[in-house]
């Protein structure tokens, strides 16, 4: 479907990492495949090159190595690089809004200003395009992390919010855009199967892991001041457990997720600081080796200081107060350089309550549904199911639903969707204000005691994180989903 309208799409740190890697093949995806109305252009801003041909120069060597895996479409690329246009700006020079501003003035329809750039650059930029009379009719779009704590986030907000009203704040958490994610809503509410047994009566724990195999690559510096729990945590992890968890909304409308969402935020059991060891790990990957090769310690990465205390690595029991899962515990977990890149739920059913097919009935690895959100999505339900043969022996078989064999076509990034969302002015998949707020609140106990005492536990890079998180499940009789395997 193509995009409502005409629009502006004004890109902020146009050379940046984030332009180069996602937003402007994700634009170029949506155009190849016919979904951006034929008259809206990419504005792309930045300091560093001089004009449009430096740019698209620019553009070419670092953008096109991002785009599609299937290959360049070199006539959909001409096509799309003609919708570039280029003003190169210092944010510090009020004259150079007054130039973007005529720069922007002939083009029409829906103007969106994208803030690929550092968050302390949301507010002056925000204040600059008010000075010139562009933050009216326009929508802003501010890519995580929105501040490092609740404090600085609410003076990003306030400050944001004095200049745009909250329906033209486009808040990104990419997680929101993934296809699975979307999917676990239509799991969700598009089927009466699931409901009766989402809740604390049939289930028995829920695991959300988001692993990477990458280290901080080059964002050294970015990452130490940062740390897992802010970079994953507060926005991905929190996200997904939200959607999880929230009751069925009235309507899919922006508001109403947006609610149910918020009430689970704001029924996260608060963590007492003096539990904090025992409902959360946190690590720091040391030198090891994944998938033959070896890499280094996290300390000595560029823009790393060498005695950081900052984690790579977070688990945590979370609880929610509420009467559909008061007791459940939810077990999530995030880290890099692991022993394998995986993004999953997982959903432990409780086992029947009498086994009167004998002990095998009551095995693990049964009464489960799997939720891969990457890579190859699915969703599985482990059932148990009788062996072949003589006697009644059980085994664990699954019932198996692959996107890619289902549907045959391709799945669209999440940068696209949300990309495209912004363009149409459809707010669901983007953060509200009130669930930012809700969710820097809850981690906030996490990393005041974090930052003043104690250092994170060391594990080897390639493996699944220090060992204190298996044995925070272990507590709870129950493993993470690859120790049963
Ligand atoms: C980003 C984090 O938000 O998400 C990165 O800042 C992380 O540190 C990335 O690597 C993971 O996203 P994905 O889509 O690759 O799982």
């Given at each position: 479907?193509?995009?409502?309208?005409s629009?502006t799409?004004v890109?902020f740190g146009?050379?940046?990492?984030?332009?180069?890697?996602?937003?402007?093949p994700?634009?170029y995806?949506a155009?190849?495949?016919?979904?951006?109305?034929?008259?809206?252009?990419?504005?792309a801003?930045?300091?560093?090159?001089?004009?449009?041909?430096?740019?698209l120069?620019?553009?070419n060597?670092?953008?096109k190595?991002h785009?599609a895996k299937?290959?360049v479409d070199?006539?959909a690329?001409?096509?799309f690089?003609?919708?570039i246009e280029?003003?190169?700006?210092?944010l510090g020079?009020a004259?150079d809004?007054?130039?973007?501003r005529?720069?922007?003035q002939?083009?029409s329809g829906?103007r969106?200003?994208?803030?690929a750039?550092?968050?302390?650059?949301?507010?002056?930029?925000?204040?600059a395009?008010a000075?010139?009379?562009l933050n009216?009719?326009?929508r802003i779009?501010?890519?995580k992390p929105?501040?490092?704590?609740?404090?600085s986030s609410?003076?990003?907000?306030?400050?944001?919010?004095?200049?745009?009203s909250e329906?033209?704040i486009?808040r990104?958490?990419?997680?929101?855009g993934?296809?699975?994610?979307?999917n676990l809503?239509?799991?969700?509410?598009?089927?009466?199967?699931?409901e009766p047994l989402?809740?604390?009566?049939?289930?028995?724990s829920?695991?959300?892991?988001?692993a990477?195999?990458?280290?901080?690559?080059?964002?050294g510096?970015?990452y130490?001041?940062?740390?897992?729990?802010?970079?994953?945590?507060?926005?991905?992890l929190?996200?997904?457990?939200?959607?999880?968890a929230m009751?069925?909304?009235h309507?899919m409308?922006?508001?109403?997720v947006r609610?149910e969402?918020?009430?689970?935020?704001?029924a996260l059991?608060?963590?007492d600081p003096?539990?904090?060891?025992k409902?959360?790990?946190?690590?720091?990957?040391?030198?090891?080796?994944?998938?033959g090769?070896?890499?280094?310690a996290?300390?000595?990465?560029?823009?790393v200081k060498?005695?950081?205390t900052?984690?790579?690595?977070?688990a945590?029991?979370v609880?929610?107060e509420n009467?559909?899962?008061a007791?459940v515990?939810?077990f999530?977990?995030?880290g890099?350089r692991?022993?394998?890149r995986v993004?999953e739920?997982v959903v432990n059913?409780r086992?029947v309550?009498?086994?009167?097919?004998?002990?095998s009935?009551?095995?693990?690895?049964?009464?489960?549904?799997?939720?891969?959100?990457?890579?190859?999505?699915t969703?599985?339900?482990?059932c148990l199911?009788?062996?072949?043969g003589?006697?009644?022996?059980?085994?664990?078989?699954?019932l198996?639903?692959?996107?890619?064999?289902?549907f045959?076509?391709?799945?669209m990034?999440?940068?696209?969707?949300?990309?495209?969302?912004?363009i149409?002015?459809?707010?669901?998949?983007?953060v509200?204000r009130?669930?930012?707020?809700?969710?820097?609140?809850?981690?906030?106990?996490?990393?005041?005691?974090w930052?003043?005492?104690?250092?994170?536990?060391?594990?080897?890079?390639?493996?699944?994180?220090?060992a204190?998180?298996?044995?925070m499940?272990?507590q709870?009789?129950t493993?993470w989903?690859?120790e049963?395997n």
């Open positions: 479907m193509q995009t409502d309208s629009f799409f890109l146009g050379t940046g990492d984030l332009s180069m890697r996602k937003i402007l994700a634009l995806e155009h190849r495949a016919g979904m951006l109305a034929a008259s809206g252009k990419i504005v801003v930045a300091r560093h090159e001089e004009d449009r041909a430096s740019y120069q620019w553009v060597e670092h953008v190595a785009v299937s290959g070199e006539n690329w001409a096509s690089v003609d919708r280029y003003v190169k700006l210092d020079r004259e809004f007054v130039k973007l005529d720069a922007l002939d083009h829906t969106v200003f994208y803030l750039t550092g968050p302390s650059l949301f507010v002056p930029i925000c204040h395009l000075s010139v009379g009216e009719n326009a779009v501010l890519e929105l501040g490092y704590d609740l404090r609410n003076a990003i907000n306030d400050a944001v919010g004095e200049i745009f329906e033209q486009y990104i958490d990419h997680y929101l993934k296809e699975p994610v979307q809503l239509a799991l969700r509410f598009g089927n009466a199967l699931f989402w809740r604390r009566e049939w289930v028995e829920i695991q959300i892991t988001i990477e195999e990458l280290g901080v690559e080059a964002r510096d970015f130490d001041n940062t740390g897992a729990l802010r970079d994953m945590v507060q926005n991905h929190l996200q997904l457990l939200s959607i999880v009751e069925p909304p309507s409308d922006s508001d109403s609610d969402k918020l009430r689970v935020l704001r059991k608060p963590i003096r539990d904090i060891s409902v959360a790990v946190r690590g720091q990957y040391h030198a090891g080796v994944i998938r090769t070896s890499v280094p996290y300390a000595t990465e560029p823009g060498p005695d950081s900052t984690e790579t690595f977070v945590l029991k609880e929610i009467w559909r899962w007791g515990p939810f999530l977990r995030t890099k692991l022993a394998d993004a739920i059913f086992a309550p009498h086994s009167a097919l004998g002990a009935a009551l095995r693990a690895g049964a009464n489960r549904l799997v939720i891969r959100l990457q890579p190859n999505e969703i599985r339900l482990y199911a009788k062996k072949p003589e006697g009644m022996n059980l085994s664990s078989v699954h198996d639903l692959a996107f890619d064999q289902f045959k076509e391709g799945q990034e999440a940068y696209q969707r949300l990309l495209l969302d912004v149409n002015g459809r707010l669901a998949l983007f509200r009130d669930e930012q707020e809700a969710a820097w609140k809850w981690v906030e106990p996490i990393l005041n005691e930052a003043a005492s104690g250092k994170p536990k060391p594990y080897a890079a390639g493996t699944w994180g220090p204190a998180a298996s044995a499940l272990a709870h009789g493993c989903l690859e049963e």
